[in-house]
């Protein structure tokens, strides 16, 4: 089981790649681009599709960006504690 739910990892970070043709590192290496727009990164800890790192360099290269971790939390927008943040962000932009 383990094994067929690696290889459907895989085959959806490869078909999004295609999608949206994001090289490796494009963020990165545009981010003067969006230097200037405020930012809020929401990650979770223990993230396998987009590993932890990544968004720890992405906080590291854009100044104008504040980092959250989910501390109990995978990727998906459906997990409790990145709900919870994301709302909290919303809520916080109302006001």
Do not use: W
């Amino acid at each position: 089981m383990m094994h067929q739910q690696h290889s459907l990892l895989m085959i959806n970070t490869d078909h999004l790649h295609i999608i949206f043709h994001i090289l490796e590192n494009q963020i990165l290496e545009d981010i003067n681009k969006i230097k200037d727009i405020p930012c809020i990164i929401v990650h979770g800890q223990y993230d396998i599709v987009c590993p932890i790192r990544q968004a720890h360099d992405l906080h590291k290269a854009y100044d104008n960006a504040e980092l959250i971790i989910a501390k109990d939390a995978g990727h998906s927008l459906l997990e409790p504690s990145i709900s919870k943040e994301i709302l909290n962000i919303f809520d916080n932009v109302i006001e």
